[in-house]
């Protein structure tokens, strides 16, 4: 290969590997809203903050997902919460990390599946502007005279 094509393919190469990293680029939150439905809610809520119908009877109970503090740091990088983190808590289960046993291990899930299901827990941390009571929200902020 002469010099000139590869100095064409370096950009689409480097293109490529940026990408390849953005899991949750090409992850659907929508589809992951269904899987955590019917794989997490009952445990952790619709909501995701820990209030599932069966919560009340686990100690320690579900992982409030509104918060977005996540404990592990599963796959060893130092930095717990990650992407990675929660996609191996999710199929090995938490006690694999030292956490609770009730958070089962779910293996059965591909890894389109678990990057939805991450990309919808990222949807559920609230912003701190949304603390913010009607009222404050409904009175718009002026200059003083």
Sequence with gaps: ???????TWIPILLVQLVTAGSVQAAADAEAGKVLFDANCASCHGIS???DGPIAAALTPGPRDFTVGDFQFDADEDGVPGGDADLILVIQNGAMKYGGSPFMAPVPTLTDPQLNDIVAHIRTMKGDEDEDLTAEEEATPI???P
């Design 1 to 7: 290969m002469n010099r000139a094509k590869i100095l």
């Design 48 to 50: 995701g903050q820990g």
């Design 142 to 144: 002026t200059e003083a």
